[in-house]
Each structure stands twice: as structure tokens, then as C-alpha cells.
């Protein structure tokens, strides 16, 4: 069956080291591969994406991501962490086998530490 | 969020009654989605719209009812609902073309407690 795992429910940081939220799914043909972040009291807000391309991918507030497709890991990592990059962090991906939808890994809660 | 709209923001509901759930995309795109958010549960996807037409009802039950007149509009029906049903249900819009696959765009959500 086609799954997202996001295996840390909780991810804790200081504010100034670097930061990894993991992800990792499963083979089911080419996966197109997606983070979101959400906020509270808000709606999910896209993060980056992979396609196809270069597997270390750039995206929104410094975020940047890589595919890694022997390990099948999209880990979510940023260099230098900020408090307001505290929030709920959502991996998700489409595979490219047939009309499918997007499935969401449960989510990680990321906590910055001053 | 602007990009994505949904209304009522919260709605307290009891399970009786009968109430719809709003949303509205300013962005031009072709699909629109309907999700559930429960606490320490996936987001759970309940329908897809793609040009207008319903192409996925993941078995969600029939007290709730998607409505989608027009390509920005998308509407969710509630009725007779449980107390199980309450959550944070979101919105999202994505462009869909064969083969290219874009992101999906959220609404801010509507959360909703069924008393």
C-alpha cells in the first residue's frame, strides 16, 4: 500500500542549530514528494516540492529538502532554526502509478527552544 | 491563505441540524479538495472535485454532501452529523494537468464541533 511515515511525532531544537524533520514513503513507481507547514488555527501552507531534477530542492523561510531515492527519505532540514519555525510539519506524496492522491504523513510538531 | 477562503471559520453545530461549509479559490485552478483534520489522526481526504466533476468520495459517510458549482466554489454539507464528526476541516484548491502535478493550495479551515 502506498504510505507517507513521518516517524517523530515531536521534533525539539534550540533556536540557532540546525534542524531535520524526517520523512520516508513508499516504492510505488516515481513519487512526486511535497512539505507543508501548518500553523495554528490555520490551513496547511506549502513548503517546497520534488518533481523530478535536482534532489536537493529550495524552498519557502530557508526550508530546503533532499530525495533521496535508495533510502526513499525526503528529510526536511533547515541550517539555522528559528522560534517562529515552530509549528506542525506535513510530508506528502503522489506517486506516478495511476490516478492518485495525495497521501499525508501524520505530521511532526517542531519545537524551537530560545 | 488569501489565495484560499473557507467560511465559517468555527461552527457549532448540534446533531440535528443542518448546516454548509464554504470555500472559495481566487486562483484559477481546476481541482478542489475536501480534508478532515482530527486531532493525532492523518489529514484524511474525503473528496476531490476536477473540473467540476467528483472524481473521489474516499467511503465518507453520506451525512456529509459536496457540492461544487463552478470551478472557485465548493461547498460541504452537513447534516445529522456525530459528535465524532467534529475537526478542523480544510479546503484546497491545485491546478491538474496529465502528468504534471502541482501543489495544493489550502484554506485557513473550518473547525467544527458537533454538540
Not at chain 1, 38 to 59: A, E, M, S
Not at chain 1, 62 to 83: C, D, I, R, W
Not at chain 2, 26 to 31: E, V, Y
Not at chain 2, 66 to 89: G, I, K, M, R, V
Request: charged letters at 15%; hydrophobic letters at 35%; one cysteine or more.
Amino acid at each position: 500500500a502506498q504510505s507517507v511515515a513521518q516517524p517523530e511525532d515531536q521534533v525539539n531544537v534550540a533556536e540557532g542549530n540546525p534542524l531535520t524533520v524526517k520523512c520516508t514513503y513508499s516504492v510505488s513507481g516515481n513519487p512526486y514528494l511535497f512539505w507543508y507547514v501548518q500553523y495554528p488555527n490555520r490551513g496547511l501552507q506549502f513548503l517546497l516540492k520534488y518533481i523530478t531534477g535536482d534532489n536537493l530542492v529550495k524552498g519557502s523561510y530557508g526550508f530546503e529538502a533532499e530525495f533521496n531515492k535508495s533510502q526513499t527519505s525526503f528529510h526536511l532540514k533547515k541550517p539555522s532554526a528559528l522560534v517562529s519555525d515552530s509549528a506542525l510539519y506535513f510530508c506528502a506524496v503522489r506517486w506516478d502509478s495511476g490516478n492518485t492522491p495525495l497521501v499525508f504523513g501524520k505530521g511532526t510538531r517542531l519545537s524551537v527552544i530560545a | 491563505e488569501t489565495g484560499v477562503t473557507q467560511t465559517p471559520r468555527h461552527l457549532v453545530m448540534g446533531m440535528t441540524n443542518k448546516k454548509s461549509l464554504k470555500c472559495e479559490q481566487h486562483l484559477g485552478h481546476n481541482a478542489m479538495y475536501w480534508y478532515k483534520q482530527s486531532a493525532k489522526k492523518p489529514l484524511e481526504l474525503m473528496f476531490v472535485y476536477s473540473l467540476e466533476e467528483r472524481v473521489e468520495n474516499n467511503s465518507v459517510p453520506s451525512r456529509f454532501s459536496p457540492e461544487c458549482p463552478n470551478s472557485s466554489h465548493l461547498f460541504l454539507h452537513l447534516h445529522t452529523l456525530q459528535p465524532e464528526d467534529s475537526a478542523l476541516y480544510l479546503c484546497a484548491s491545485s491546478q491538474e494537468l496529465a502528468g504534471v502535478y502541482y501543489e495544493q493550495y489550502f484554506g485557513p479551515g473550518t473547525r467544527l464541533t458537533v454538540t
